[in-house]
């Protein structure tokens, strides 16, 4: 996982608590190593600094913490500084997505930092097919629509960015479970020829080892996921020590996007999860369910 931000944000995290527990505010930290405290906070939020190592060994004066947690801070930053210079060598250190910079909203960035390193998400769509299983010609008529005037060069920038990402599903050790309302196979981006290449690939690629697509079909009536609307869980795997990475739960609309983190928040998610995966139908019968629909657009 070399270049991961994650082990950066669950360090800043647990930098976060020592000064909470200290007392002591972004503008005491930053005083105390000569720097601002949005420095600090970048710090404290997993984003890269120049904060060095004498530096930190002043913070940790400052938050007053005892041996043990001490030689344990500094032997996690060397970690951290180690992998971003691993990243860097390989020329990774800023992600690869960087490249698509302008291909994509500024909220977007943090996404795409996430989904490079989660290693389990969960994604309830009521109107698109999520990006990591779309297919060119689907995502092709998405970009023409809601941008008309991107140049043919932007298109084909936005669809390598696409197949970029969808390299996470080469990795097995990476799971994606995607639930499907029935809307999103009767909505038709790109018409029939699309709908029927979208639909065959949902079905095929939902018989991988790390793919599970199901479907809600309108039968179902109401359920929890028309209240949730859509949404994606990014869960990630366990790091050394008792440092942990939070899951998140990413939310998007046409002018931003959120991204939440509180326990309780995560909990109702994750109990959504549970009552919308009740009611759908099982990755078989929804490749059946999906497998008809496209036949129905063929005709």
């Given at each position: 996982?070399?270049?991961?931000?994650?082990?950066?944000?669950?360090?800043?995290?647990?930098?976060?608590?020592?000064r909470e527990q200290a007392g002591a505010t972004l503008l005491t930290a930053g005083l105390q190593i000569e720097t601002s405290k949005q420095t600090v906070m970048r710090l404290e939020d997993g984003l890269a600094t120049k904060v060095s190592t004498p530096q930190l060994k002043e913070l940790l004066d400052l938050y007053k913490v005892g041996p043990q947690v001490r030689a344990e801070a500094l032997e996690l930053w060397e970690e951290v500084r180690q992998q971003a210079k691993a990243a860097k060598a390989q020329g990774i250190a800023k992600g690869w997505w960087q490249a698509y910079a302008d291909q994509y909203a500024p909220h977007f960035n943090h996404y795409l930092r996430l989904e490079e390193v989660t290693n389990h998400l969960t994604t309830h769509q009521l109107v698109l097919v999520h990006g990591l299983v779309q297919t060119p010609k689907y995502r092709r008529a998405i970009i023409k629509e809601t941008h008309p005037s991107m140049s043919a060069v932007n298109v084909e920038r936005r669809l390598e960015l696409a197949a970029r990402r969808q390299e996470r599903l080469r990795d097995?050790?990476?799971?994606?479970?995607?639930?499907?309302?029935?809307?999103?196979?009767?909505?038709?981006?790109?018409?029939?020829?699309?709908?029927?290449e979208q639909l065959r690939h949902l079905a095929t690629i939902g018989e991988s080892d790390n793919v599970s697509i199901r479907v809600i079909p309108h039968s179902v009536g109401m359920y929890r996921g028309l209240a949730t609307l859509s949404f994606s869980l990014l869960e990630f795997p366990d790091l050394a020590r008792h440092l942990a990475e939070p899951p998140v739960v990413y939310t998007e609309g046409s002018e931003g996007a959120l991204y939440l983190e509180q326990r309780d928040t995560i909990t109702r998610f994750k109990d959504a999860i549970s009552e919308i995966q009740r009611v759908a139908l099982s990755e078989k019968d929804s490749r059946e369910f999906i497998s008809k629909i496209a036949k129905e657009y063929a005709t």
């Open positions: 996982m070399v270049g991961s931000t994650i082990p950066r944000r669950a360090f800043g995290r647990f930098l976060r608590g020592l097995n050790d990476f799971r994606l479970d995607v639930m499907l309302s029935e809307a999103v196979l009767r909505h038709q981006p790109g018409g029939p020829p699309a709908m029927i």
